[in-house]
């Protein structure tokens, strides 16, 4: 998919405190205000809270996201409703989101202020994609999609309940509301979905009808004579989702692997309602690569916006919410930024890269040697990228936060040998054929053992590969002030220590510490940034972990694919692969896990619940 860059909504203020879009001549809200035409056009046009009660999910989305009065709205009617539902799924796609400054300023003296803080602190760098908010400690869930709604809306996957169809007017932004928009909202509509409106137009009523939708005028609030109501009743079969579970398929899991991937899918899993078992072949997690003393996490920048430079740029700010939410304490960590040296381009093109693509500063910027230099506290020898919202965290702590979420229960010494499909889903044999775990659900995030286990159980391999990494650490007093990676990385520690890293090598098993490996991490940190290790080996220390992953470095993440398919059955687009019922994979992500993990934990648990 081509994604295209955000350019944030321009809005006029008026004395009063309403806001006009200058790019559609058109107000945000009508005259009764916009938290009045939340509840009266889209929460009762969709008879909500009513048809929430006592649901553990209910999905509603919403095209065009504005100053964020009607999800702030829904999210006060769920908190102030006794049966409201264990979680509120809420998408919204917006081509031009607010600034923060706008969206504090909408905000101001609203009666929902804590509410509306929260959504400030959360607001994302305005970068085109995916960026899901966990609020209320995951009962509201939040997914912003940013992009023109022509091009995200296919690629999203989701069931709605509600549809709350809120563009700028048809005659001013016609692109929102085509029919093969409504055509898409249809698509993913559960049975007997709602959809509200405060436009009647005849073009919205026609494709509603063509979609399968059944409307009504009602009347309207503050001098709007009437407002739309529609519900989902298709004269046609609805096609039920390759990849969605049952409802009444029971919410157990086992995740095998109890590193970064296993611990952030177990995790999402329980948030999701699933009663989760990890199992792990050593007696504690994160015994692997997830056991080093910390690591880095950042986003990407690429000359085409393609499916790296997404995937990461997706996950890093995930990623970067998920490290500042937890206890310094028991997750040491810093999400402060990181800096990463630019060795091929100069930094006119550097910049002309962001100017292109619209990436804000508070995403990325592009600095001097010389202004590299004053952030990092020491001299750099060339351009860098700024990553504001990049950072380190100790990994092993992260997995233990993940797996202490209630709802998961880690089973340590439990090599899984084999796997068996059987009528309840998929068994975890150990080698003398003895069942260890089985649930509906397995997510095999064991690294390179996931080929062990796949071809024991018919399917090819992957190309997976292994490299042994080796990380250098000395404890001195040292200038450098925040992560710096290019040729390897310099991590100073909060206890005045610095991480260095890390080696390269294939083939290698040998799993202790060696001075000669670490000699190259000091040489590379030399180059990096300037600074000399202790001379003196007995102040070294490290350790030792392996790498996992594809040659072409994106993650195998999500449903796996199937040993057999149908004849006739396409197979030119990955989306079109058959899948295997109930087992999942979370694996592969190399050296960026830490970066990986929290969001492709999420996508897992997703597509499963």
Same mark, same amino acid.
């Given at each position: ?16 405190? $309403?806001?006009? $879009? ?33 649901? $553990? ?25 006794? &049966?409201? /539902? ?20 909408? =905000? ?15 607001? /994302? ?15 509201? &869930? ?5 992009g023109d709604v022509r091009r995200l ?7 709605? %309940? ?53 409307? +009504? ?37 086992? #995740? ?41 996490? =950042? ?33 040491? =960590? ?66 233990? &936060? ?19 499909? @059987?009528d309840g889903g998929w068994a975890c ?19 390179? +053992? ?22 250098? +650490? ?33 083939? %290698? ?26 001379? @003196? ?69 997703? #597509?499963?619940?």
């Amino acid at each position: 998919m081509r994604t295209e860059p955000i350019v944030p909504a321009r809005i006029a203020w008026a004395d009063d405190g $309403s806001a006009h $879009s200058i790019d559609f001549g058109d107000p945000y809200q009508g005259h009764a205000g916009p938290a009045a035409q939340a509840r009266h056009v889209f929460l009762a046009g969709n008879s909500l809270p009513a048809r929430w009660a006592g649901r $553990s999910d209910f999905s509603i989305a919403e095209t065009g996201f504005g100053l964020g009065h009607n999800f702030i709205a829904t999210w006060k009617a769920w908190r102030d409703d006794p &049966q409201r /539902p264990t979680r509120l799924h809420y998408v919204a796609v917006d081509a031009h989101p607010p600034a923060l400054s706008d969206l504090k300023r909408a =905000h101001g003296d609203a009666a929902t202020g804590d509410l509306a803080a929260q959504l400030f602190a959360a607001w /994302p760098p305005l970068v085109p994609g995916l960026h899901r908010f966990d609020f209320d400690g995951g009962g509201v &869930q939040l997914l912003l999609a940013l992009g023109d709604v022509r091009r995200l809306l296919p690629e999203l996957v989701f069931s709605a %309940d509600a549809f709350y169809l809120d563009g700028f007017s048809p005659a001013r932004n016609a692109a929102m509301w085509e029919p093969r928009v409504i055509k898409a909202l249809a698509r993913r509509a559960r049975p007997g979905a709602t959809a509200a409106t405060w436009s009647v137009a005849g073009n919205l009523r026609r494709a509603l009808t063509t979609a399968g939708f059944e409307w +009504q005028r009602e009347p309207g609030i503050a001098g709007k004579r009437e407002v739309l109501r529609a519900r989902f009743a298709p004269h046609w079969a609805q096609p039920k989702a390759a990849a969605q579970v049952d409802d009444s398929s029971p919410r157990r899991a086992v #995740v095998v692997g109890a590193g970064l991937a296993g611990a952030c899918t177990a995790a999402a899993l329980a948030r999701q309602g699933f009663e989760v078992q990890m199992l792990d072949a050593q007696a504690e997690p994160a015994q692997g690569s997830s056991g080093n003393p910390a690591g880095l996490f =950042h986003a990407t920048v690429h000359g085409e916006d393609g499916i790296h430079a997404r995937l990461f740029r997706a996950a890093a700010l995930h990623a970067a919410r998920c490290i500042a939410a937890s206890d310094g304490a028991r997750v040491p =960590h810093a999400v402060q930024g990181l800096l990463r040296l630019e060795q091929q381009l100069d930094l006119a093109a550097m910049r002309a890269l962001i100017e292109r693509q619209c990436l804000p500063a508070d995403f990325v910027q592009a600095l001097s040697a010389a202004d590299a230099s004053l952030r990092a506290g020491l001299t750099l020898p060339s351009p860098a990228w700024f990553y504001a919202q990049g950072g380190w965290v100790a990994p092993a702590a992260l997995v233990r &936060q993940q797996l202490g979420q209630p709802g998961v229960r880690f089973v340590g010494q439990a090599r899984v040998a084999e796997l068996r499909r @059987d009528d309840g889903g998929w068994a975890c044999l150990d080698a003398q054929g003895h069942v260890i775990a089985s649930a509906p659900q397995l997510v095999l995030a064991c690294a390179d +053992q996931v080929n062990t286990l796949l071809q024991g159980a018919g399917w090819p391999a992957f190309p997976l590969q292994r490299q042994r990494g080796q990380v250098s +650490q000395f404890s001195e007093a040292l200038a450098l002030r925040m992560p710096v990676s290019g040729d390897g990385y310099a991590l100073p520690l909060p206890d005045g220590g610095l991480l260095c890293g890390a080696t390269r090598g294939g083939d %290698d098993e040998d799993p202790q510490p060696r001075d000669e490996d670490h000699r190259a991490n000091f040489t590379r940190l030399q180059r990096l940034c300037g600074l000399q290790a202790p001379a @003196d080996p007995a102040r070294w220390s490290g350790r030792v972990g392996w790498r996992v992953g594809p040659p072409d470095r994106l993650p195998l993440a999500g449903p796996m694919f199937a040993r057999q398919r149908q004849a006739g059955q396409r197979l030119d687009q990955a989306r079109l692969l058959p899948r295997e019922p109930g087992l999942h994979l979370a694996c592969g992500f190399g050296a960026r896990g830490i970066t990986l993990a929290p969001l492709l934990g999420e996508a897992v648990a997703a #597509v499963i619940a």
